[in-house]
């Protein structure tokens, strides 16, 4: 029977699933210097994420394991297991998750890696020490900068003394280079109040919902960006609210998200609830203290372009959903885009219908109840370890088929040697 | 079927490599990148001559295939991508194929730049080897094995995990 030449092999295999690669690397030596070539981890990549195929979904908590679950299997339930990872204690928090690749620490947030779950390819980041673990609140950011293609962290630290922001400094750690450096961070006096919202990122910058003084007083928020590419930050409105004349809240909540490549704005209109009249221990900041109000979703179809906000959808409590539900988080769309998954109050999930706007909840399995954050991820084999020579790639092009044979030959048995 | 028009051609002839002419409107015919480079070619002289295409790689029987695949598709090419009637259609056509036929027909998308039936050709075969064994994979595509069995234990080895 006839067979391929390589760059066929090559469009047939970067449609497959990572799992379905690893038994691939033992077919021949041809397929295993394929499938490791940088070439290769680049066009499956490509291919996974205009596919918008192998996805998964994370799951980290304070309380629990880090777990994972395959998305868009033909069943409705999500069947989660337990995901190894490289860090010193078993729970652990997720920065942020690009090309495959999750960034990680534990909630200490001193030793960060960067971890590909699927290949187990990992990277300690350089430890940054924090001055005052009780007092300080270090946000993160993780993304792809396509212009010097670089995996980039972004570590924000912001020093509070009586509430107020003292001192702050940012670093990006660049995986090409392996080390931090220092950049400008957003001029005063915007900081970050969320000490647990990470870089959101979208169109290779990480956002982050800022305040100052001002537009706290004024009960609005804006947006800061981090753009990976020119490492500067920059400042754009969050989509307009409704006024208190129109919906009676007393607390609004703005959440930055990443939604089908669009940057997302859930703003969240909640009041004092009838518990909080009825139990006057719970203090201000129990989610029990509040109602949700309503709850509107929305994207900008458009980056950068602000007439481009569209609300994609507005929601009470969902019918069905018997938990409190002050916090509704989106995650991602189906892959037929007709839904979206979203996260409730950190204890369920379902499926929002964009068309029905009805809720439906999707059964956890092997997940221990409690509360998590929750995200997602498509399957890659990009590699965190050291780059390899770029000679192989280089020298397969113009070169007849023997020379090129005897090249994968010598970088398999390198390949090999190091294993040793 | 089209009306010869002055300024451009309205249809090309291709001859297959068994030496078979197949008469191909223009729309079809610019379905593949190939075809449509000499179709442009040829305008851009100011030529009115019907002109002939020679493959040399396809056979008629695969040639015939791929223009029913073309003509399919440029049916529907002012829809959009994600039109699920095509979709059905694509995925009917490939299904009554067995493996050599479906080899060709790769090979020959890839040579007249046919870009969408190799992706789906592609598609198709990744899927169909999902779950196969390596040995089933070798014998489809005739490959041969060509590590040693501590090279193969050291690649197991490597992603011990992967194979529970």
Known sequence: MATFPTTIFAEILSKLPVKSLFPMKLVCKSWYSLIKSPYFIKLHLNQTLISNSDRYLLKSSIGAAFYYAKLDLPHNYLSFSTLEHPLEYEEVEVFGACNGVVCISNYDKIDVFLYNPLTKSRRKLPPKRIPNPEKDCVLFGFGYDSKSDDYKVLRILQGFSCQKCCYDEAQVYSLNNNAWKSVAFVSKPYFFPFADCHGVLVNEGLHYIVSSEELDSQQRKMIACFDLRTEKFSLMDCPLNDDKSKTEWEYLEFCVRELGGCLAVMVTYLVKSYAAQMLPYLDGDDVRNRRLLRADLWVMKEYGNKESWVKLFSTGKPVGVKLYCTCIRPIVYSKDGRRVLIDIDCLEVGWYDLESKTYEKVDARGLPQTYYDTGYFAGSLVSLEYKPQPIKITKNKNKNKNTKKKDSDRFLSAGFKLKL | ???????????????????????????????????????????????????????????????????????????????????????????????????????????????????????????????SIKDLTVQQIRQIFDIKNDFTPQEEADIKNENAWAFR
């Open chain 2, 1 to 127: 079927m089209a009306s010869s028009s002055s300024s451009s051609l309205s249809r090309v002839v291709v001859k297959s490599s068994d030496n078979n002419l197949f008469v191909v409107n223009k729309k079809v015919a610019s379905q593949s990148q190939l075809l449509k480079q000499c179709i442009d070619n040829m305008e851009e002289k100011g030529t009115n001559d019907v002109i002939l295409i020679p493959l040399s790689n396809v056979t008629s029987n695969i040639l015939t295939l791929v223009l029913e695949y073309c003509e399919k598709h440029a049916d529907f090419a002012d829809d959009d991508n994600n039109n699920q009637e095509l979709k059905q259609w694509d995925h009917e056509f490939l299904k009554k194929f067995d493996y050599a036929t479906l080899n060709s027909l790769t090979m020959a998308a890839d040579y007249m730049v046919t870009k969408s039936l190799l992706n789906l050709c592609c598609q198709f075969i990744a899927d």
